[in-house]
C-alpha cells in the first residue's frame, strides 16, 4: 500500500517530542538544550549520479557536520523517519576533524542510545542519542562516523560521505580501501548544551536556502553568511542560525522530500531553541506548474499566498515570528514561463504589502538586475538564471536587517 507524506509526518510527530520552551529546556545549572546543526530527512531514492552511494554494507559511514553553537555537552539525532525498513546501528562515534573528515582521536566519543551501543531505529521514527561529555564551539567541524550491521539502504539528506571498505572504523582516520561519495546521512540533527538563554532562527526553503550554486565546502549559502555578518557587526551573540533548505521542495506538492507544510514541524517548530524563521519557498512551485514538463497544474498567486499564511499561523501560535522572503528573479531558467513571471510578481507584492509576515526580506531586490528585473545580476548568479553564487547569497545575507537580531 502506497504511504503518504502525511502518514509519515503523523508518525514522527508521535514518537518526537516537541521543542519545549527555552525556560523549559535549562537545566539546573542554568543551560539549555540548542540546535547546533539540522539536515532535513529525505526519502530513499534510487537516482544517482557517478560516485554516489546508496547501499552500505557492513560498513563505517563518516559525514562531517559544521556547528553553529558550542557547549559542553552532545546529542546526536539519528532519523529513519522517511525510511522504508528499520535501520540497525552497531555503533556510532563522534569526534572533532577538519572538515574532510581527519579526526582528532582524543576527542573521539562512542555514542549510546538508552545505554546501549547497538540500536535499530523503527521505520516512521527518529532516535537522539544519550548525552556526552564533549566541549565543542561555534564554527567546529563534527565527524559522525556510524556503523551499519548488514546490508541496508537508509533514507536520509544526500551529503558528502566517507565510506570505510568494511568493519566498525570509530574514529580512525586511516581506512583502507574507503571511497568518498554522496549518499543518505543517517544523522539529521546536533544538539549541544549551553550556558544561558540561546534563540534559534532558521531558515526555511528550497535550494536557494540550502545553498545550491555556492562554492562547496566552503559555507557560503545565505544562512551561513548571515551568521557570520552577525559575528562580524558584534550582533546576535545569543544567536543560532540553522539551514533548514530542501532542493527541489515546494510549498503545494511534494517534491524533493514532503511539501514544505507536511515538514514544517520537524524541520522547523521542533528544533531546539527556535524563536524565529525566515521562510522563502514558492519558486519551485511557480516552475513546475507552468513546465510544459512539470507535474503539476496551473496555481494562482492565492494559492501560495494560503500556503505561506498556514506555516505563519502555526508559527504564530507557538509564539515565534516569521520573516518572509521574497520571490528571486528567474527569466532564463530552464522551467521560466510568462504566466509564472505574473504569478511570481504577484506572490512578492502580496508578501511586501499584506502585513502577514512580522518583517520583509526584499530578496528579489538585493539580486536582481536594475536593467532587467526580471532577471539576476550577471554577478550574483551561478550560471543557471535560478540560483545564486556566492556574491549572490552575500547580497542575499546583507539584505537581512541585523536588529531584529539583538
Do not use: C
Not at 367 to 382: M, N
Amino acid at each position: 500500500m502506497k504511504r503518504h507524506w502525511s502518514q509519515v509526518v503523523l508518525v514522527a510527530a508521535i514518537v518526537i517530542a516537541p521543542t519545549l520552551s527555552a525556560a523549559a529546556q535549562k537545566s539546573a545549572a542554568g543551560e539549555q538544550w540548542v540546535q547546533a546543526w539540522y539536515s532535513p530527512p529525505l526519502p530513499p531514492t534510487a537516482v544517482m549520479a557517478p560516485g554516489d552511494i546508496r547501499v552500505y554494507a557492513g560498513q563505517t559511514v563518516r559525514q562531517v557536520v559544521r556547528l553553529e553553537a558550542g557547549g559542553q555537552r552532545v546529542r546526536v539525532r539519528l532519523t529513519n523517519e522517511l525510511g522504508l525498513t528499520s535501520v540497525k546501528v552497531g555503533s556510532v562515534h563522534v569526534a572533532l576533524s577538519s572538515p574532510n573528515g581527519v579526526t582528532e582521536p582524543e576527542t573521539d566519543h562512542v555514542l549510546t542510545f538508552n545505554g546501549q551501543r547497538e540500536t535499530e531505529i523503527p521505520v516512521g521514527q527518529a532516535l537522539v542519542s544519550d548525552p556526552v561529555d564533549m566541549t565543542v564551539a561555534a564554527s567546529d567541524d563534527l565527524s559522525i562516523s556510524v556503523y551499519y550491521l548488514g546490508r541496508q539502504a537508509p533514507s536520509g539528506h544526500l551529503s558528502s560521505v566517507r565510506v570505510s571498505a568494511k568493519g566498525d572504523h570509530g574514529a580512525e582516520d586511516l581506512w583502507p580501501g574507503s571511497s568518498s561519495g554522496k549518499g543518505p546521512a543517517l544523522a539529521s540533527g546536533v544538539e549541544v548544551q549551553a550556558s544561558g538563554i540561546h534563540h534559534v532562527l532558521v531558515a526555511f526553503g528550497d535550494s536557494i536556502t540550502e545553498g545550491a550554486g555556492a562554492t562547496p565546502g566552503t559555507h557560503q549559502d545565505w544562512p551561513a553568511q548571515f551568521a557570520q555578518r552577525l559575528a562580524r557587526l558584534g550582533l546576535g551573540k545569543d544567536w543560532v542560525v540553522i539551514n533548514s533548505g530542501i532542493g527541489g521542495n515546494r510549498l503545494l506538492r511534494d517534491g524533493s522530500g514532503p511539501k514544505a507544510p507536511d515538514r514544517f514541524d520537524r524541520d522547523v517548530l521542533q528544533l531546539s531553541g527556535v524563536s524565529a524563521i525566515v521562510l522563502l519557498e514558492g519558486i519551485n512551485d511557480i516552475g513546475n506548474a507552468f513546465d510544459s514538463d512539470g507535474d503539476s497544474g496551473p496555481i494562482t498567486a492565492a494559492d501560495i499566498e494560503a500556503a505561506d499564511q498556514q506555516l505563519i499561523a502555526r508559527a504564530h501560535a507557538r509564539g515565534l515570528k516569521v520573516y518572509g522572503g521574497t520571490l528571486e528573479p528567474y527569466e532564463g531558467a530552464r522551467y521560466f514561463n510568462p504566466a509564472g513571471e505574473s504569478i511570481r510578481e504577484a506572490v512578492n507584492q502580496w508578501i511586501r504589502t499584506s502585513g502577514a509576515f512580522d518583517g520583509v526580506i526584499d530578496f528579489e531586490q538585493a539580486v536582481r538586475d536594475p536593467k532587467h528585473p526580471t532577471r539576476y545580476l550577471g554577478a550574483d548568479q551561478s550560471g543557471d538564471s535560478l540560483h545564486p553564487n556566492d556574491a549572490g547569497y552575500r547580497a542575499m545575507s546583507e539584505a537581512i536587517d541585523p536588529k531584529w537580531f539583538p
